[in-house]
């Protein structure tokens, strides 16, 4: 099982940490962002993924892009150790924390994005680094929100073992990390990422634990 | 069964297509996100979904936020008229198709993030359409390819019956066609629209005959 990948990418780093819950073996492809333009944007990548985009997972019986169907595809294929709960409303619980980070939150400060702002629009460092702290606390204040008033919240974002949604949590706190945003109005987000620290799976898949890390 | 929706909300037109291709009654309880600073963003929304984002839906057993979670909810509480394949590379297929435009395409171009671009950035209006079209562009080209490229491609985005893909094309090809946005470089995803809007369950879901429209 392949998984192409970059050490950074936040996606990539969702799906290293499911795999690693899950206990799958995979060989990391690395696929550089910023070399040529974007290697993710040639041809050889783009005939494994026609969009142009990580991460992808190739099991030898699909290629897969978009890091939520790849695992959900992981959770459905490889069914031990599950990352969504049993039941369907526990599932679309999971499911809405997952997107909370990855439909809400982490587009709005992906790379193409910020290249967009001081590129195309002239966009000071101070405006970009602005921009990047607004879309990152609004999100992270709905996710909060989601995860306090809940019952359902346990030690990680639904119950006590980790699911799809820690798969996204701990990489949105990395980058808000990265780009020192303050994170204290987040408590319970900033505990149970203090609970996915703890596990091997979590650290194995950081992108400084990368063979591609720079 | 209460879908609370916008009538030009991409992510709840979502929504109101997958409840009629289900066959499924509901009853639309309108939020303005223009009205009070964003009805959305108030107590009374907030107490069904604390994110403070559309659509939510409160079938009377859980309240769900996230088009794509409350469609996957919907498929596995109400199974008959299915909106994922059978099979879990085709399922999988469809997620990425569907997060290529909820994901990658749709939430750049959100009324919240137009409002930053002309509000915080004081970027003018010609650059603000530019910006849409850029990210629609981008968006568009991406799910072309993954669609054009795959013998999987059919009637619609993956078969002859529409899906959770489906779902997601039309909303974005209507926000693309608002914004004067040129389609011919994508003749796949309008002949699959065009499919799409011969169904009677994809025109009752359409903004112009929802009862809040403007």
């Given at each position: 099982?392949?998984?192409?990948t ?5 996606a990539a780093?969702?799906?290293r ?17 910023l070399?040529?333009g ?11 993924n ?5 991460p ?5 019986a699909a290629a897969i ?5 790849i695992?959900e ?6 069914p031990?150790?599950p990352?969504l ?15 909370t ?8 400060g ?28 609004t ?24 699911t ?6 701990v990489?949105q706190?990395?980058?808000a990390?990265r780009?020192q945003?303050d ?5 319970t987000?900033?505990?149970i ?8 799976a979590?650290?194995q898949?950081?992108?400084?634990q990368?063979?591609?890390?720079e």
């Amino acid at each position: 099982m392949k998984l192409y990948t970059y050490f950074r990418s936040s996606a990539a780093y969702r799906v290293r940490i499911a795999l690693n819950l899950k206990g799958l073996d995979y060989e990391a492809v690395p696929v550089h962002l910023l070399r040529d333009g974007g290697e993710q944007l040639q041809p050889a990548y783009r005939a494994v993924n026609p969009a142009g985009l990580l991460p992808a997972l190739d099991d030898g019986a699909a290629a897969i892009g978009q890091s939520l169907a790849i695992i959900e595809y992981l959770d459905e294929t490889r069914p031990q150790l599950p990352l969504l709960p049993a039941d369907a409303a526990g599932r679309a619980r999971v499911r809405a924390l997952a997107l909370t980070v990855a439909a809400d939150t982490h587009p709005l400060g992906n790379l193409r994005v910020l290249k967009y702002l001081t590129g195309e629009l002239k966009i000071s460092e101070e405006m970009k680094l602005g921009w990047q702290h607004h879309w990152m606390a609004t999100g992270l204040a709905a996710l909060e929100r989601l995860l306090a008033d809940d019952a359902r919240t346990g030690r990680f974002c639904h119950g006590d073992t980790p699911t799809l949604a820690d798969c996204c949590l701990v990489p949105q706190v990395f980058n808000a990390q990265r780009f020192q945003l303050d994170l204290s109005p987040y408590p319970t987000i900033m505990r149970i990422h203090g609970a996915c620290a703890e596990l091997p799976a979590f650290q194995q898949a950081h992108p400084a634990q990368q063979a591609d890390a720079e």
